[in-house]
């Protein structure tokens, strides 16, 4: 199943340093908007492969930033309708993490950043989208990362030591090039995503008694009863 946000989640308006973002705005349209406006600090976003509804839900990040140092005041909407404004600093964020009740919606996002350089900050997306074009299967049919950075280890290294790049099941596989990246090779169904999702972590866990831990939200119940 695919949900898609409307058009008119997807508006981004801008304030001096200040933007206003649907849910479903791109973190890269984000990070653009920001470098045109010469606003500084949402580089990171250019990293991001996600829409700001779900980067705010998981306190999503990438190269040393995340949601919650640029995310002022988020517009909520509860499993009855109700909408208010929610201050970050009542999110309860953490690593890949918020405290956003399940059923609550994000219908927008007030981000601030800092006065910058265009040129500046344009070369540090440049940077940002070298790094990831050189280390991640970005033209592969994948959901970014896969799996949370437990404390004090990388999760990709973990799944690496544990035999798994290029492991495969059915039509989804291991990424070769980034080990943290599940890969849908064209015939891959939800159930052969998750299941070697898991055969990695059952087989990180017999390594190194690591539980890794989903960063990819799975809703419902998989086929053959798994959960």
């Known amino acids: 199943m695919v949900i898609r946000l409307g058009k008119s989640l997807g508006d981004i308006r801008s304030d001096g340093v200040d933007l206003v973002a649907g849910a479903g705005a791109s973190d890269f349209a984000v990070a653009n908007l920001a470098r045109d406006r010469a606003v500084a600090g949402l580089e990171f976003l250019r990293g991001v492969p996600g829409s700001i509804g779900g980067s705010v839900r998981m306190n999503a990040g990438a190269y040393g930033r995340d949601m919650a140092d640029v995310l002022v005041a988020a517009r909520i909407a ?5 909408v208010q404004q929610v201050l970050a600093v009542d999110l309860g964020f953490s690593y890949r993490h918020s405290a956003l009740p399940e059923g609550d919606i994000v219908l927008s996002a007030h981000l601030r950043g800092v006065p910058g350089a265009p040129d500046a900050i344009a070369r540090r997306m440049a940077e940002i ?3 990831r074009d050189l280390a ?8 970014g990362s896969s799996f ?11 799944i690496d030591q544990a035999g798994c790049r290029g492991l495969t099941l059915g039509g989804a596989q291991i990424s070769e090039k980034h080990t943290n990246f599940l890969i849908n090779t064209g015939t891959a169904s939800a159930d052969d ?7 990695v972590r059952a087989r990180v866990k017999a390594m190194c008694g690591i539980d890794l831990e989903w960063e990819i939200r799975i809703i419902g119940k998989a086929a053959g009863g798994m959960r």
């Open 136 to 143: 991640q299967p970005l033209r592969t049919r994948t959901g």
């Open 78 to 82: 509860d499993r009855f309708g109700e």
């Open 193 to 199: 995503l998750e299941k070697l999702g898991e055969d």
């Open 129 to 131: 989208s070298a790094e």
């Open 148 to 158: 949370k950075n437990p404390p004090g280890e990388k999760a990709w290294r973990l």
